[in-house]
């Protein structure tokens, strides 16, 4: 089948850790490229709303920081749609089809299928900290990141 022919997929058809998390990097986005625009306080209230505060808290600051090294290792913005319009919400662009393909072959650990993604996304440079950033992302989205940690509410303490 062609190319333009095939259509493409709605946010229904995403799983539900995509689904869930395509809002968030939406409005992350919407902030990070339009600079009048504080879109990325919305994006840590909706990862508030959708996993809690501590687990929504930790998946924002890090889908900020992923997509801030994204960002940076493109010559042009992503586009995404508008995450305030109604209609907007139910379909995907094509960076935004890749981007969530991306981090689904980086939640599964399919490391080439992962790389040719990047790729896609990057126009073929591959950055560590575009890597690190999104397999921490993954991490926390998957529940592994800090497992190896005491359970419980996190503490601070003083390093000297």
């Given amino acids: 089948m062609m190319a333009h022919l095939r259509k493409k ?14 809002p968030v990097l939406r409005y992350f986005l919407l902030g990070l490229q339009d600079t009048g625009h504080a879109g990325w306080q919305t994006a840590f209230g909706t990862a508030v709303e959708i996993w809690g505060e501590a687990r929504g808290l930790a998946i924002a600051h890090r ?6 090294a994204l960002l940076n290792s493109r010559p042009v913005p992503l586009s995404h ?19 969530l393909a991306l981090l689904s072959h980086m939640r599964d650990d399919e490391a080439p299928a992962a790389r040719d993604m990047l790729a896609a996304l990057t126009g073929g440079r591959i950055e560590a900290a575009v890597v690190r950033t999104g397999l921490d992302l993954c991490a926390v989205l998957d529940g592994t990141h800090g497992a190896q940690r005491g359970k419980g509410a996190p503490r601070l303490s003083v390093v000297s």
């Fill in 9 to 22: 997929p709605t946010p229904d058809a995403l799983d539900p850790v995509s689904r869930s998390l395509l």
């Fill in 63 to 68: 889908a900020q920081l992923f997509l801030s």
């Fill in 81 to 99: 749609s508008d995450p305030f319009c109604p209609e907007a919400r139910l379909s995907l662009t094509d960076d935004e089809c890749v981007l």
